[in-house]
């Protein structure tokens, strides 16, 4: 059974950043692994990927901003969020690719 805990989210001040953390269990994390994020009254929609190699992909709208990386070592994913925008507030998801398994999610709050 494929767990995933999210953490790392909170309240950040436009511009600002943080880092979030996505364990897996369950499954060998030798796989691709997706962000997502969900914002209010509207539908999930892709952050950013990273293969088993660490080669990774982004949405337009965070790219230069997020960085998307992960352990091996530690079965975790994280995604580094810089220069925050009210627009980021969102539940952020992790997601292995091919298994259709979903976390509690982590809230990012970006306000001032």
């Known amino acids: 059974q494929v767990q995933l805990v999210e953490s790392g989210g909170g309240l950040v001040q436009p511009g600002g950043s943080l880092r979030l953390s996505c364990t897996v269990s369950g499954i060998d994390f030798s796989i691709h692994m997706d962000w997502y994020r969900q914002a209010p009254e509207k539908q999930r929609e892709w952050v950013a990927g990273?293969?088993?190699?660490?080669?990774?992909n982004y949405a337009n709208s965070v790219k230069g901003r997020f960085t998307i990386s992960r352990d091996n070592t530690k079965n975790t994913v994280y995604l580094q969020m810089n220069s925050l925008k009210p627009e980021d507030t969102a539940v952020y998801y992790c997601?292995?690719?091919?298994?259709?398994?979903w976390g509690q999610g982590t809230q990012v709050t970006v306000s001032s």
């Open positions: 990273i293969t088993r190699g660490g080669a990774t």
């Open positions: 997601k292995p690719t091919s298994f259709d398994s």
